[in-house]
């Protein structure tokens, strides 16, 4: 039997392996022989008793074929896979033969051939639809034993979640031959036991022992309705099994109905540390963008992209993205060109290309838009760079910033919101030190200044240009190692939506010199970071303990200017506001008139490339600030 079995297995893939002219010929040709089987049996049957033709009977003979690869042609019955066939295309076949049966008819009754039954008409389009049903059906069966599990050779495959989602997913998988679904696994002991088209549903207290028994290498969450803690949950439950996990799009992404193997995503980092959102004050997203003028600085950047994308959605007059970076400009503003014209938004979206650092394109920029609200994301964030390249650094983020605060008060702008970063707080790191001096710049100018100046500083985005994920992911698919600078490196993450939702609210709430601090949650070891993305990937990280592990994390040493730990406030008794995840500091800063000759000589120092003065300037005026010693 087991020779025969692979005979019959070889067969199949030496049919699945013929060209489709070749298929195409083959079906065309078994379905003349099934026109003319049915005409002698209907021929048999209607005169009760075996029949060969002759006379005028063989002209129903020959006329069968010929109606029958037109129609079927017609019906697109020849493009069909078999081993594919669904139900649409048995209701394709149906109303080909009553289409077959009606010429069929109308011409036995108008040409009256001797020997000939009228009734002919209706008894052989019966038989030839049961004959061309049934091979259809069992091509199918035959041929998709090679998509059974013990057949093929795609990742084997647990869909979780035994809802619409999943059996549309286990749908989907019957024309991928990437996986073999192995089964179902739901938390809902009424559906425990039973059989979904076939595939049983396990409870999920059987996913350990069905992953060692089947030999299960993935598993699919199908459950884009769930909230972010009962998904964090299940995540911890599947994260000690040595499997790939993945996941389906949100609700939203699955509007029309469908599943395909294309909507399988690989499982985020956000999944596990990001958080429910709080749902944000509408009125006070509205208050500063609706109908009107928006500049956003950086806005081909990851945050800044974030900002316009959410910016569009409460309609503003003008939306400006200013960019030196061509391509990431071009890149948004083509994406929100999407966005605006799919959702109707009617938004006049003005791309700029320009750098904050040349006070005369900004000038230019106010003069000729007069915009009412700015968001100044753009900023050089990079830790080691920015370190090896002080000057550079200083002139983007310090000088930058008072360019674009200069021509927003000459231009009459009400409120300019600047991002900040929890690097800002006593700073080990120019760059850090570089934006401690942005944020001071801006409380000194508002002090007398009409237009509202506020900053908002908050910790690392996942998936920002910045950020350590993007790196893991690139080392994860290069095979390792991941590198970790420190296993003591501890960081504050949050999803890049919401942080920007909530720049947008702290920003509305701003009365002037403000310093809003973003609740980031708990603070997250880099290296258990890294150890749950391998985790997630479906391997193993490989350490003494486990020398037969997959992927090694290495620790690199801390980089020029890297601190430990993150901190978000330099002074201590933030206020609450309005918003639960929104908190408002209270710290020093230095009058204009005390700056104002700082700035001067850090100026001088930044265009001079002098790193020791920049350094002078820096620990006279930023709190905590500490100098690495030059290489």
Same mark, same amino acid.
């Given at each position: 039997?087991?020779?025969?079995?692979?005979?019959?297995?070889?067969?199949?893939?030496?049919?699945?392996?013929?060209?489709?002219? /070749?298929?195409?010929?083959?079906?065309?040709?078994?379905? @003349?022989?099934?026109?003319?089987?049915?005409?002698?049996?209907?021929?048999?049957?209607?005169?009760?008793?075996?029949?060969?033709?002759?006379? /005028?009977?063989?002209?129903?003979?020959?006329?069968?074929?010929?109606?029958?690869?037109?129609?079927?042609?017609?019906?697109?019955?020849?493009?069909?896979?078999?081993?594919?066939?669904?139900?649409?295309?048995?209701?394709?076949?149906?109303?080909?033969?009553?289409?077959?049966?009606?010429?069929?008819?109308?011409?036995?009754?108008?040409?009256?051939?001797?020997?000939?039954?009228?009734?002919?008409?209706?008894?052989?389009?019966?038989?030839?639809?049961?004959?061309?049903?049934?091979?259809?059906?069992?091509?199918?069966?035959?041929?998709?034993?090679?998509?059974?599990?013990?057949?093929?050779?795609?990742?084997?495959?647990?869909?979780?979640?035994?809802?619409?989602?999943?059996?549309?997913?286990?749908?989907?998988?019957?024309?991928?031959?990437?996986?073999?679904?192995?089964?179902?696994?739901?938390?809902?002991?009424?559906?425990?036991?039973?059989?979904?088209?076939?595939?049983?549903?396990?409870?999920?207290?059987?996913?350990?022992?069905?992953?060692? !028994?089947?030999?299960?290498?993935?598993?699919?969450?199908?459950?884009?309705?769930?909230?972010?803690?009962?998904?964090?949950?299940?995540?911890?439950?599947?994260?000690?099994?040595?499997?790939?996990?993945?996941?389906?799009?949100?609700?939203?992404?699955?509007?029309?109905?469908?599943?395909?193997?294309?909507?399988?995503?690989?499982?985020?980092?956000?999944?596990?540390?990001?958080?429910?959102?709080?749902?944000?004050?509408?009125?006070?997203?509205?208050?500063?963008?609706?109908?009107?003028?928006?500049?956003?600085?950086?806005?081909?950047?990851?945050?800044?992209?974030?900002?316009?994308?959410?910016?569009?959605?409460?309609?503003?007059?003008?939306?400006?993205?200013?960019?030196?970076?061509?391509?990431?400009?071009?890149?948004?503003?083509?994406?929100?060109?999407?966005?605006?014209?799919?959702?109707?938004?009617?938004?006049?979206?003005?791309?700029?290309?320009?750098? @904050?650092?040349?006070?005369?394109?900004?000038?230019?920029?106010?003069?000729?838009?007069?915009?009412?609200?700015?968001?100044?994301?753009?900023?050089?964030?990079?830790?080691?760079?920015?370190?090896?390249?002080?000057?550079?650094?200083?002139?983007?983020?310090?000088?930058?910033?008072?360019?674009?605060?200069? /021509?927003?008060?000459? !231009?009459?702008?009400?409120?300019?919101?600047?991002?900040?970063?929890?690097?800002?707080?006593?700073?080990?790191?120019?760059?850090?030190?570089?934006?401690?001096?942005?944020?001071?710049?801006?409380?000194?100018?508002?002090?007398?200044?009409?237009?509202?100046?506020?900053?908002?500083?908050?910790?690392?985005?996942?998936?920002?240009?910045?950020?350590?994920?993007?790196?893991?992911?690139?080392?994860?698919?290069?095979?390792?190692?991941?590198?970790?600078?420190?296993?003591?490196?501890?960081?504050?993450?949050?999803?890049?939506?919401?942080?920007?939702?909530?720049?947008?609210?702290?920003?509305?709430? /701003?009365?002037?010199?403000?310093?809003?601090?973003?609740?980031?949650?708990?603070?997250?070891?880099?290296?258990?970071?890294?150890?749950?993305?391998?985790?997630?990937?479906?391997?193993?990280?490989?350490?003494?303990?486990?020398?037969?592990?997959?992927?090694?994390?290495?620790?690199?040493?801390?980089?020029?200017?890297?601190?430990?730990?993150?901190?978000?406030?330099?002074?201590?008794?933030?206020?609450?506001?309005?918003?639960?995840?929104?908190?408002?500091?209270?710290?020093?800063?230095?009058?204009?008139?005390?700056?104002?000759?700082?700035?001067?000589?850090?100026?001088?120092?930044?265009?001079?490339?002098?790193?020791?003065?920049?350094?002078?300037?820096?620990?006279?005026?930023?709190?905590?600030?500490?100098?690495?010693?030059?290489?």
């Amino acid at each position: 039997m087991g020779a025969l079995n692979f005979q019959g297995v070889a067969l199949q893939s030496r049919i699945l392996g013929w060209s489709r002219t /070749a298929k195409q010929l083959v079906v065309v040709s078994q379905d @003349v022989l099934l026109s003319l089987v049915a005409t002698w049996f209907a021929f048999t049957l209607r005169l009760d008793a075996p029949h060969w033709p002759s006379g /005028a009977q063989w002209w129903v003979y020959m006329l069968t074929p010929l109606l029958t690869v037109p129609i079927f042609m017609l019906f697109g019955l020849y493009r069909a896979i078999f081993r594919y066939t669904g139900q649409a295309a048995l209701q394709a076949t149906g109303l080909a033969v009553l289409v077959y049966g009606c010429f069929l008819t109308v011409i036995l009754l108008w040409q009256q051939w001797p020997m000939v039954p009228r009734s002919l008409g209706i008894l052989q389009p019966l038989v030839f639809l049961f004959l061309v049903g049934g091979s259809r059906a069992v091509a199918r069966f035959w041929l998709a034993k090679l998509d059974q599990p013990e057949h093929r050779q795609g990742a084997r495959l647990l869909i979780y979640g035994a809802g619409a989602s999943g059996v549309q997913t286990a749908a989907a998988l019957q024309l991928s031959r990437q996986y073999v679904l192995q089964g179902f696994v739901d938390d809902d002991a009424a559906k425990v036991g039973r059989s979904i088209n076939g595939v049983t549903v396990f409870a999920t207290n059987a996913i350990a022992q069905l992953v060692v !028994s089947q030999g299960i290498t993935d598993i699919l969450l199908a459950m884009p309705s769930a909230s972010r803690e009962r998904r964090n949950a299940i995540l911890e439950f599947l994260q000690p099994l040595p499997v790939h996990i993945r996941t389906l799009p949100g609700l939203s992404d699955l509007a029309s109905g469908r599943v395909t193997v294309q909507d399988f995503h690989e499982l985020d980092v956000e999944d596990l540390l990001g958080r429910s959102p709080v749902p944000p004050d509408a009125r006070l997203l509205r208050r500063d963008l609706a109908g009107q003028v928006v500049l956003v600085t950086g806005a081909g950047g990851s945050i800044g992209a974030e900002l316009t994308r959410q910016i569009l959605q409460q309609k503003p007059r003008q939306l400006l993205l200013l960019d030196h970076n061509e391509f990431g400009l071009y890149s948004i503003h083509q994406e929100l060109q999407s966005l605006s014209a799919s959702r109707q938004l009617g938004v006049e979206l003005i791309p700029l290309l320009g750098s @904050v650092a040349n006070p005369q394109r900004l000038a230019s920029i106010f003069a000729a838009y007069q915009p009412a609200t700015v968001y100044h994301a753009a900023a050089y964030k990079h830790v080691p760079m920015v370190e090896d390249n002080p000057g550079e650094g200083i002139l983007n983020n310090v000088f930058g910033t008072l360019n674009l605060a200069q /021509a927003a008060q000459s !231009s009459g702008v009400k409120r300019l919101v600047l991002i900040s970063t929890d690097k800002a707080v006593r700073p080990t790191n120019v760059m850090g030190a570089s934006k401690r001096m942005a944020e001071l710049v801006l409380q000194a100018l508002a002090a007398s200044s009409a237009t509202c100046f506020t900053m908002v500083r908050f910790g690392n985005v996942l998936d920002s240009s910045g950020s350590v994920v993007p790196l893991f992911r690139r080392q994860l698919a290069a095979g390792g190692p991941l590198t970790v600078t420190h296993a003591e490196v501890t960081r504050y993450f949050m999803t890049i939506p919401e942080a920007a939702q909530l720049v947008l609210q702290a920003g509305a709430m /701003a009365q002037g010199g403000d310093v809003f601090v973003l609740d980031m949650g708990q603070p997250v070891k880099i290296i258990d970071l890294a150890q749950r993305m391998v985790q997630l990937s479906g391997l193993k990280v490989r350490d003494a303990a486990h020398p037969e592990g997959d992927i090694t994390i290495a620790i690199t040493g801390l980089r020029p200017g890297e601190k430990l730990y993150e901190e978000l406030l330099i002074g201590d008794n933030p206020e609450p506001t309005a918003h639960a995840r929104i908190m408002k500091a209270h710290e020093a800063f230095l009058p204009w008139d005390q700056i104002q000759p700082h700035l001067q000589d850090l100026r001088t120092a930044a265009q001079q490339a002098d790193v020791a003065a920049i350094k002078v300037v820096l620990q006279a005026c930023v709190q905590g600030y500490h100098a690495q010693p030059d290489q």
